[in-house]
């Protein structure tokens, strides 16, 4: 169910890394073209609650879900709406995901809605931003709506998102890897490809870990407008 590891779309290029914890996952990434031609591309990455079986078999319903309604084209946040609704009516009460969910479109133009997600990093020339979440988890209430924010990146910027199996890792003293520690690494990094950006990341993690395990699932996305 995992789209291709590296995908060009139009002038977009997108990477990724995708590190269960145990055998099976319930981070969930998706990369999906638009069927207008003109180059669109719509990505998905999100985190559902629980661990095992469990938490996968709820990623797989994500998955089919955003993929039957990606294609009716609907707006954004009327996609998220929707999609929250679904999740609610046909999953327990107590279950949730995270998710942020956007639209890379020609012209470097980009829509991002997050339902209680991490902050997205916005890897531009000129620094690092981020993007914090414009609504609650989907699963919480059925009448949740989202905010879209609308930006765009200049050619070589990215989009870095990612999992709190990356976020949360912790060193043999205890300390996480953080948050902000994810918008301090790619700094200096604007030159970089996808490719080798999550390559990076990978080998700084592992070095922060000092060789530890992985104690929860790890999925890390990158989507960069070609230069």
């Known amino acids: 169910m995992l789209p291709p590891?590296?995908?060009?779309?139009?002038?977009?290029?997108?990477?990724?890394?995708?590190?269960?914890?145990?055998?099976?996952?319930?981070?969930?990434?998706?990369?999906?073209?638009?069927?207008?031609?003109?180059?669109?591309?719509?990505?998905?990455?999100?985190?559902?609650?629980?661990?095992?079986?469990?938490?996968?078999?709820?990623?797989?319903?994500?998955?089919?879900?955003?993929?039957?309604?990606?294609?009716?084209?609907?707006?954004?946040?009327?996609?998220?709406?929707?999609?929250?609704?679904?999740?609610?009516?046909s999953t327990m009460a107590a279950l949730y995901a995270t998710l942020v969910c956007g639209r890379a479109s020609r012209g470097g133009e980009l829509e991002i809605g997050s339902a209680g997600h991490l902050p997205a990093v916005l890897l531009r020339k000129s620094g690092v931003e981020t993007i914090p979440a414009t609504g609650v988890p989907l699963g919480m209430f059925s009448d949740g709506q989202y905010e879209i924010r609308k930006t765009s990146l200049e050619p070589g910027d990215s989009l870095i998102l990612y999992t709190d199996g990356l976020s949360e890792t912790r060193n043999p003293g205890g300390t996480e890897y953080g948050n902000e520690r994810v918008s301090r690494f790619c700094a200096g990094r604007h030159s970089a490809s996808p490719e080798d950006l999550v390559s990076a990341y990978r080998n700084d993690v592992s070095s922060f870990a000092a060789g530890g395990p992985l104690t929860d699932d790890l999925t890390l996305l990158v989507i960069r407008r070609s230069a």
Request: charged share 20%.
């Open 5 to 89: 590891r590296h995908l060009d779309a139009g002038e977009w290029q997108a990477h990724y890394l995708y590190e269960p914890a145990g055998a099976v996952s319930g981070d969930y990434c998706d990369l999906i073209r638009g069927e207008n031609g003109r180059g669109d591309l719509l990505f998905l990455l999100g985190d559902v609650s629980g661990k095992g079986v469990a938490a996968s078999m709820l990623m797989t319903h994500l998955h089919a879900m955003f993929r039957s309604l990606a294609t009716v084209g609907m707006p954004l946040g009327r996609l998220l709406e929707l999609a929250n609704r679904v999740f609610c009516e």
